[in-house]
């Protein structure tokens, strides 16, 4: 082989290697598994540096196995929903050898992202396995996770990790193996804001959870991932969800509501909102009656309650006529000193209503029996901002209702329902998250 030849061999390696290190290639032994916990982002897209997109399209609660690009000091770009602009513009080192879990979460308007490294993990002894969590549930507050046999009541036990706060990875705890629940709680309560069926954790088995809110102000929705050579994980669903109902009827006393034949909610009064309450995720019979005539339903309702979302069922028209309206409640925390307030239209006598805020129309046309989507006020996170809220007939110049000096709490969700006839119409402001 002639010089020539040799260098130009050398030459075509020497591509070939900064091609290799540049790509993720194996030469650099980095990986990475994304997984999009963004509940208002459909779509994420993460670039590192200014590569090609190491992932494109990835839905919300979707996770890839580990995928290789290289280390150093990189550019993580996360944008959503095909966004020219990135929601998180952030430089992290990846070290050489090492897997990592890249987790973006939180509200589009907070994104942020959690790089979690699986390597260097030590083996746990033989009938063990590891096991961590991570809390990535914004507005949820700090969580506690159990894994217990199925069934075991939590008031016996302890957490096994505690206390983790939002945006934070726990410590390792070493569990036997075997097959357990897995529940998480607010923390330092026994509240259970999120409960799976049996899992089965392998000897000598590495895995963790991750936590993310799909827009529940309490329940959280998780992710099981393996730290193995795969990279494998999966969603696994809460198995609750939760309701809250408004009274805004005619009906002259106040109502209870069962849940699949069980009483659930009792004596709600005319303009009551209850509190949520928890039941199993999934199809579902409500049935409503008056305190005052037990035994008979005013109104049946199926209705299908999605994993760890918040439901409000909104009761209007007389007792001959009960109206039901089922709402998706969204209780993302809003932007810092912000607050999110949507307006519902429940009277009989107004066919539509235009919404004023502070004088400013904010919704035009609102029917009865519909809800307006959501709308950013400012609010003093302490005592509030104060509001009015004029609600005319659509259209026209004319006022049915006025509601002045409404205290507005920045990072709250608020609705406000409009109640009752033409001649008595009432404002209802209720807190939902």
Partial sequence: MNSRTRILLLCLLSLIVASCSKSGGSSSGVRIRVVNAIPNAPAISLTLDTDSALVTGLQFQQLTQYLGTGSGSREFKVSANGGASNVIDTTLNLNSGTDYTYVVFGPVAAATGLLIADSGLANPNSGNFSFRAANTAAGVGNIDVYLTPPGTDLNTTSPTVGNVAYGNLSGIAT????TYEVRITAANTK?????????????????????????????????LLQIDNTGTGQVNDNLLAEFKVTNASSVASPLNVAVDGNLVLSNIPYTGVSNYTAVGAGP???TVQATATPGADLLSLPATLDSATDTSLVLSGPAGALLPLVLQDNNLPPPAARAHVRFVNTSPDFAALDVYVNFSKQVSGLATNSASGYIELTGDTTIGTIYEFDFNTAGTVTPVLKLPNIPIIGNKVYTIYVVGPATAPLGVVAKDD
């Fill in 284 to 286: 579902h019979t409500f």
């Fill in 175 to 178: 569990v036997a193996k075997g």
């Fill in 191 to 223: 509240d259970v804001i999120y409960d799976t069926g049996a899992t089965a954790f392998a000897d000598q088995a590495k895995a963790e959870v991750v936590a993310w809110t799909k827009g529940s102000s309490r329940l959280v929705n998780a992710a």
